[in-house]
């Protein structure tokens, strides 16, 4: 007897999760049916910023697959249709096609959610002035492209300096813009130690953009045309011809939530280890996977939202193959994430020093400055290693790092540390590659790993 799963959202989660059930079910054996709010599927939002600031030439290219392409693969694939209810006890959803206004329940056996996530939008006045851009899915892109081509001034202010913020940042400068980046935390990347953020700060301001910290804003101001023309702070005014907003995200989870499914502390979507949605409310027959979920924490044993689309593919790939009949688990992550700005590399994997204080860990903190090839190399570049050791144990916590050419990726070695619980001087046995063009003979990672099995020795560890 044929079943009939339904999946509400068509990125990277939802579609990777429907293909995949789709090779291991046949459309006898498992009718798909899936719903797409917007006008694209399967694409990259974290390509957006390069879209935008030239070094990706054409939108298509951030489109991994089309909704074409899905049906042809016997996916049937609603575009432009919203889900505006999930009626659990009844296992049926409500949707409502945008274009028409047409509405109708859709039955199913099997439910995938996969809602993403919204960016934040505070409301502060003007905010919805033209000129005003968040930048979450292909349409704000092209919206702000438009925006860029169309107006005569060249002053850009960013709002967050989070990857977002720093990433447009960048895309505005290659635009030739002026750029301004407002940002109300202490430091630029909030996600990194306030002193490994300074790194960043300066290097920023080394290329030209203005930085304003520990600024809040309160308004956004416009012309006479209605059109924005500045963003206001409690003590400036910052001259604005766009503004794009970098502020973050929360999980898009308004419909579980009217649906009576279990939500965490962060607003997102609780499962287990196979991506099923937990409780009895969901019946065994919900799963949700990508940035409506919370995911565990592997370091510090907490629930965390994380939007990057890493997660949400390989969640897609966990829920295809169990509502597909088949097994596959994600046990969880230990925080990795990459970024630049221009020629400045930034990574980090694993706790900082308040999210290490926040469960109870006590640790040692160490900071070194290495290159990224031999330093009689040419081409050799200085890169910033950060990290976090738990006292007694030596258990790696954490690394940070920030640097130029050839230093985000070395973070890939500490995350795979984390992940396999190790300490700090095991890390320095590990049997890295070695040749000048690529590191020094101690590669920076195991230069953190080596100082840092000297301070927990210090303290007793």
């Not at 206001?232 to 939530?257: F, K, M, N, S």
């Not at 009217?258 to 962060?266: C, D, T, V, Y």
């Not at 919370?294 to 969640?315: C, F, M, P, W, Y």
Request: hydrophobic share 40%; net charge negative.
């Amino acid at each position: 007897m044929s079943e009939r799963l339904v999946v509400i959202g068509g990125d990277a989660a939802g579609m990777s999760a429907a293909s995949q059930a789709r090779r291991l079910k046949a459309p006898e054996e498992l009718e798909i049916v899936a719903f797409e709010r917007g006008s694209f599927t399967s694409f990259s939002a974290c390509g957006i910023p390069y879209w935008v600031g030239g070094e990706v030439s054409e939108r298509d290219d951030l489109i991994a697959r089309t909704p074409e392409e899905h049906r042809a693969r016997a996916i049937d694939l609603r575009m432009r249709t919203e889900v505006t209810e999930i009626d659990p006890a009844r296992r049926r959803v409500r949707s409502r096609d945008l274009a028409s206004g047409a509405e109708e329940w859709t039955a199913y056996d099997k439910l995938v959610i996969a809602t993403g996530a919204r960016p934040l939008r505070p409301p502060l006045p003007g905010i919805d002035a033209p000129g005003v851009h968040g930048v979450q899915t292909l349409g704000d892109g092209q919206a702000l492209l438009d925006r860029l081509g169309a107006t005569e001034g060249r002053r850009a202010v960013v709002i967050g300096a989070g990857y977002i913020g720093v990433e447009m940042a960048e895309a505005l400068l290659h635009r030739g813009y002026e750029v301004t980046v407002v940002n109300r935390g202490e430091q630029p990347m909030s996600t990194l130690d306030p002193d490994m953020g300074r790194l960043v700060n300066d290097a920023m301001s080394g290329m030209g953009i203005t930085m304003v910290n520990d600024a809040e804003v309160t308004k956004i101001l416009t012309g006479e045309d209605g059109a924005v023309r500045a963003v206001a702070t409690e003590d400036a005014e910052y001259p604005a011809d766009v503004v794009v907003l970098g502020i973050g995200v929360r999980p898009e989870t308004e419909l579980a939530r009217a649906a009576g499914l279990p939500l965490g502390e962060h607003g997102g979507l609780l499962t287990d280890l196979s991506m099923r949605v937990r409780g009895p409310v969901a019946d065994g027959a919900v799963w949700a996977g990508g940035d409506c979920v919370e995911v565990l924490d592997l370091v510090s044993g907490q629930q965390r939202h994380i939007a990057l689309g890493t997660h949400a593919n390989k969640h897609g790939q966990v829920i295809g193959s169990n509502v597909g009949d088949g097994y596959a688990t994600f046990p969880g992550v230990v925080g990795t994430a990459v970024s630049k700005v221009c020629d400045l590399e930034i990574a980090r994997t694993g706790l900082r020093e308040k999210d290490a204080r926040a469960v109870g860990l006590r640790y040692e903190t160490v900071t070194i400055e290495s290159t990224s090839r031999a330093g009689y190399y040419p081409g050799a570049a200085l890169m910033t290693v950060k990290m976090l050791a738990e006292r007694r144990t030596g258990r790696l916590l954490g690394t940070q790092i920030v640097g130029r050419e050839g230093a985000a990726k070395r973070v890939d070695v500490a995350a795979v540390a984390l992940t396999a619980r190790m300490t700090v001087e095991q890390m320095t046995a590990l049997d890295l590659g070695y040749a000048p063009p690529f590191s020094p003979v101690w590669d920076p990672v195991l230069v953190a790993a080596r100082k840092a099995v000297a301070a927990v020795r210090r303290t007793g560890g």
